[in-house]
């Protein structure tokens, strides 16, 4: 079984720290992907990497950076957290040729 | 621009009672069109991937079909542990997926 994995399921972080949240697949996928979900608003794109230290812009990256190091772990950087950067965050990975993405259990971040 | 909607946006079942999901994409150059189903507060889990229009997938009560314009998801006999967010995705050039924006699905027993 494919298997994504988020350090976190619930985080509270205070305005204006820095926030890290890690995914990590155990696949050997080359894409991995970090979507913000909202009610009303859906899945959007914040970042995607395609390869090791390789990365695009999604729909939404303001605020976000990201980082891939090592082709199983993908990391969503808020540099200064706000509060409407409160959200659900999710983490996908999938192989070549639009695959299949499979995605982690989210993580519920809430900013006060 | 790719976009993919879908109807209803929610829909309430008797158990037993079958129906049918729909949903419709402009996608350039789809590569592939996946369902997945989202239980509240958790990430999507992966139902099906069609890439031809024609093909049909089953799972369960479930069977996904794929037109050149819509893909429908069909639940026959539904049970109330198929209530959820269904929700599907078109593949596209480049890597990325376009979602819609979930049908929100309820069976009461």
């Known amino acids: 079984d494919v298997k994504v994995t988020q350090s976190s399921r619930y985080l509270v972080k205070r305005t204006g720290e820095k926030v890290f949240l890690e995914c990590v697949q155990d696949?050997?996928?080359?894409?991995m992907f970090w979507y913000r979900q909202d009610p009303g608003l859906g899945l959007r794109l914040i970042y995607f990497?395609?390869?090791?230290?390789?990365?695009e812009k999604g729909d939404i990256p303001e605020g976000y950076s990201v980082s891939r190091e090592k082709k199983e772990r993908f990391s969503l950087i808020l540099e200064s957290a706000s509060t409407n950067q409160t959200s659900m965050y999710l983490c996908?990975?999938?192989?070549?040729?639009?695959?299949?993405?499979?995605f982690g259990q989210g993580t519920r971040l809430t900013v006060v | 621009e790719d976009q993919v909607t879908q109807s209803p946006e929610a829909l309430r079942l008797q158990e037993g009672e079958s129906s049918s999901l729909n949903c419709s994409y402009t996608?350039?150059?789809?590569?592939?069109l996946f369902w997945y189903r989202q239980d509240p507060g958790k990430g999507p889990e992966f139902l099906f991937t069609?890439?031809?229009a024609g093909e049909e997938k089953e799972k369960e009560r479930l069977k996904a079909t794929l037109t050149k314009k819509e893909s429908f998801l069909h639940i026959t006999a539904p049970k109330p542990e198929d209530s959820a967010t269904y929700l599907c995705?078109?593949?596209?050039?480049?890597?990325?997926?376009?979602f819609g924006p979930g049908t929100r699905l309820s069976v009461l027993p």
């Open positions: 996908a990975s999938n192989g070549p040729f639009n695959t299949e993405a499979f």
């Open positions: 696949m050997d996928h080359e894409n």
């Open positions: 990497s395609y390869d090791v230290k390789m990365k």
């Open positions: 996608v350039s150059g789809l590569r592939g």
């Open positions: 069609l890439y031809s």
């Open positions: 995705a078109g593949g596209g050039y480049g890597q990325n997926f376009v």
